[in-house]
């Protein structure tokens, strides 16, 4: 569910929608914080780059998902977007998000419930970090992400974007998956992978 299904009509309407190409800035990090961002289409990459210029994916943000809310009370952004892929984000000015909190409790605790989730879903994937093989995490990511049947996960991205995620090289990540798939742990066919065994 996005913003625009839940948020005051004063927030869609003071609202606009800008559209990026694929390695474009959305903000950068130091830059003013002027709006939180809900990504419409395509991905963006929240990106921080360490002292020796390497570069750090925070988190790959994607349809529906929130960009820009960790500086919602600071008056920079943490760290940089970038999008992907051709992407349309759609931009809510701060002050009136922070406004519409005070005005309408019940949205604040909508909004608050989100952020909630987003909390979870980073620890898990500190959780994962503190895993140390490459196989173990595909195992922890596939046994989170499975669907109802417990079976199968459609990966939301790119082989390279999971990489990303699970910390590893797009170079490791291929040969743990045929390395799984050889061993008849899972099977894989594009970006849906279907657990053989339960991990």
């Not at 309407?13 to 694929?22: G, K």
Request: one cysteine or more; glycine letters at 6%; aromatic letters at 6%.
């Amino acid at each position: 569910m996005t913003i625009e299904n839940w948020a005051p009509p004063a927030m869609i309407a003071a609202s606009t929608v800008q559209a990026l190409r694929a390695g474009e800035y959305l903000f950068r990090q130091g830059g003013p914080v002027l709006n939180i961002c809900e990504v419409v289409s395509g991905n963006v990459r929240l990106v921080r780059v360490g002292r020796a210029g390497q570069e750090g994916v925070l988190f790959i943000a994607r349809s529906g998902d929130i960009v820009g809310d960790a500086a919602l009370f600071s008056s920079n952004y943490h760290c940089d977007a970038i999008a992907a892929t051709k992407a349309a984000v759609r931009l809510y000015p701060k002050e009136l998000l922070l406004s519409e909190f005070r005005r309408d409790p019940d949205f604040a605790e909508t909004y608050a419930a989100m952020l909630a989730r987003q909390v979870m879903t980073l620890r898990t994937r500190l959780e994962r970090c503190n895993i140390h093989s490459a196989r173990d995490r595909v195992r922890h990511f596939l046994s989170l992400n499975a669907s109802n049947d417990e079976l199968t996960v459609e990966l939301p991205g790119t082989i390279k974007e999971l990489a990303s995620e699970l910390g590893v090289t797009h170079e490791v990540l291929y040969r743990t998956l045929a390395t799984m798939v050889a061993e008849g742990e899972i099977e894989r066919s594009g970006l849906v992978i279907k657990l053989i065994r339960h991990v």
